[in-house]
């Protein structure tokens, strides 16, 4: 399967945000993390995102269709980045499609020497998606609730 990233423009929100409704969207009824959850953003956090010059948003794309989109924001500190959200649609879950952009991205950064995302702990594939990309757990958490922990993850590049 050929997956690409292509960058996002104001004109892809709303399919973006459609996507990450759909994707989060059973994670929110299941953790009821109604706080944080990329499900209960509105489409203007999406437009904020695209538009933000501190940050690319790419749509990744499987054999040109719409899977999944991904979120780099540059930090303050030189040569480090964070990761927020990413997702992969429904339909194009569970095909390694993350784990390719996740990859991808990577490249597209490879003058950035350190990573950085949050996951719910309870979510142990995604947790294994990152760790098997070379992703190390820190020792940061955050309790949302009684059903839901944000653990946090760093990657340092070579």
């Known amino acids: ?5 292509r960058e996002a423009t104001e004109s892809d929100a709303e399919a973006i945000h ?11 009824k299941k953790y009821r993390d ?9 489409l203007e956090k999406t437009v904020s995102r695209i538009k933000n010059p501190d940050s690319r948003y790419y749509m990744i ?3 040109d269709e719409l899977a999944g989109a991904i979120h780099i924001v540059r930090k303050e500190k030189q040569g480090s980045l964070w990761i927020s959200p990413i997702f992969i649609g ?5 095909k390694g499609i ?6 991808m991205a990577e490249e597209l950064f490879a003058d950035d020497k ?6 719910l702990a309870e979510e142990a594939g995604n947790c294994h998606l990152y ?12 309790k949302i609730n009684d059903r839901a922990t944000l653990v946090y993850y760093k990657k340092e590049m070579d």
């Open 90 to 94: 429904t339909a194009h879950q569970g």
């Open 1 to 5: 399967m050929r997956i690409t990233l």
């Open 131 to 142: 760790e098997k990309l070379g992703y190390q757990r820190t020792a940061k958490e955050r």
């Open 18 to 28: 459609r996507m990450q409704l759909e994707a989060f969207t059973p994670l929110l």
């Open 34 to 42: 109604y706080g944080t959850s990329p499900a209960t953003e509105p």
């Open 61 to 63: 794309l499987a054999e």
């Open 114 to 119: 350190i990573w950085e995302l949050s996951t």
């Open 98 to 103: 993350a784990q390719t952009a996740m990859t």
